[in-house]
């Protein structure tokens, strides 16, 4: 559970606020305001959501469709496998939309002798980033298209739902998606040469947005072992998920 530190109170309706260990920005649970807990500073991005279309009676169903798909799961994992755990979370994101841009130069050897070889990489990104430390989340699998988002809404929050409040910021945010955006092309460079000898990446930061998006966290038991999975309430679609081999 989170170390809870202190009590503040809501700039907005003055409901008590509880501030966890690392928060930095909050949700109200009463009004839905948010806010940074540092009330010195102004929140300025727009607080969205996407909206959970997998209602609690809907999640075993979607999980057993899961379990019998594919040829690498267990043949009886379907009838055999048991949920032990189902919890939907509202978990920050933040989305850092993002133009790039990665030149390189290295050595290619796999034909022939080895050559200089040049090349360049330019992208544009909605860069996912956890707004959590701790927090297990399979960003760089998740996908979401933005055209889904609705402002946030305390009253389309089921009731028993968990809303964390993030841990990071807007500026960390967005180191974090630079660094990500570097690692992938310097993965995508070495798809092309063998070994880099030179690489400089540009990014231009579009915008930032907050989000909370509604994430099922189930644990399911087959044969005395326990495995994790992740469900997109948003799109009713298992982002990742832990099996046993056949």
Known sequence: MPEILKEVSCPHCGAP???????VVFTCG???????????????????????????????QLVRDWFGEGFLKPHDLKKKGKIVEKKLVYVPLWIVSLDSTTTYEGFFERLGPTVVKKGQIKRSYDWVVIARKATPFPEREYHLSLDAKTP?????????????????????AADRAIEGVKSLHQYLALRDVDKIMSSNTEVKILEKNYF????????????GNVYKMYLDGARCEVIVGEFPEA
């Open 212 to 223: 909370h998006a509604p994430i099922w966290f189930i644990t399911y038991e087959y044969k």
């Open 30 to 60: 009463y009004c839905g305001f948010t806010g940074l807990f540092d009330l010195s500073k102004a929140f300025t991005y727009q607080h969205s959501m996407f909206l959970n279309q997998a209602p609690i009676d809907k999640v075993d």
């Open 17 to 23: 606020l509880k501030l966890d260990k690392g928060d």
């Open 152 to 172: 946030f809404d305390l009253t389309k929050l089921e009731k028993y739902s968990i809303v964390l409040n993030s841990e990071i910021d807007d500026e960390e």
